[in-house]
């Protein structure tokens, strides 16, 4: 894989260098001061490097995240739990509220595998990883033969993909925020959804930003 450093300049304009290319030395730019700050992405196992280091998930966090995807694949309620903080946390994008602490959590999971008794779950790569945070694809199957998020049993067989966002307290699990495609599930199990004509004049809804608050790491948006 070519190497592509990356620096920006201004909000407007990029500095896209190959490894290799000759760089003028009156182009008036200190790419000394560049090289030192900017993220490189190289051919390292799909880590990436800042300042040359490996932005790659821990080997104790791996370990932890391989227990955890059996445990989910096993409905080991006692072993999924063991392996995460006492104030863990599940937030299913899609769902109105997350679910905090070890019960609410414990009844995130016990709903999914209600919905699907043969649900089993891996993880297809890992995206990126910091500090606090990994990101993996993911993706789950089972058969529909239990009510799901309100919706009753069709004996259907789905096959989901996923993005899960793990939050980590040092090499802990602390939860997870997981996305999937709720339209996608909708139609590998058959459901129809009814919608109602107009009914008197329509208007713009009005919403509210920032409702419910976020739960995990990450830094408010500005």
């Known amino acids: 894989m070519q190497q592509i450093l990356a620096y920006s300049i201004t909000s407007s304009a990029n500095i896209c260098i190959d490894i290799g290319t000759s760089i003028p030395s009156d182009c008036g730019l ?37 227990d955890h995807i059996r445990a989910e694949s096993a409905h080991d309620m006692d072993a999924l739990l063991a392996g ?34 043969d649900f089993t779950v891996r993880v297809r790569r890992v995206l990126c990883a910091d500090e ?12 529909h033969l239990g009510t799901f998020l309100g919706w009753p049993a069709t004996g259907k067989p789905v096959w989901m993909r996923a993005i899960v966002i793990w939050h980590f ?42 409702h419910p608050p976020l739960i995990g790491h990450g830094e408010k948006f500005e």
């Not at 560049?34 to 196992?45: K, M």
Request: glycine share 10%; charged share 25%.
């Open 30 to 66: 200190n790419l000394r001061s560049i090289f030192d700050e900017i993220l490189l992405l190289s051919d390292t196992g799909g880590g990436a490097t800042w300042k040359g280091e490996a932005m790659k998930i821990s080997a104790k966090r791996m370990a932890v995240l391989n």
């Open 169 to 210: 307290k040092g090499d802990e699990l602390w939860g997870e925020t997981v996305f999937f495609d709720n339209a996608s599930l909708l139609k590998q199990i058959g459901a129809s959804i009814d919608i109602p004509p107009p009914f008197g004049a329509m208007k713009p809804a009005t919403f509210k930003l920032d």
């Open 84 to 117: 995460m903080t006492t104030d863990c946390f599940n937030d299913v994008v899609g769902v109105p509220k997350p679910f905090v602490g070890p019960e609410q959590t414990a009844e995130r999971y016990r709903k999914h595998w209600e919905g699907f008794p």
């Open 132 to 143: 606090n945070c990994a990101v993996t694809e993911n993706e789950w199957r089972g058969t």
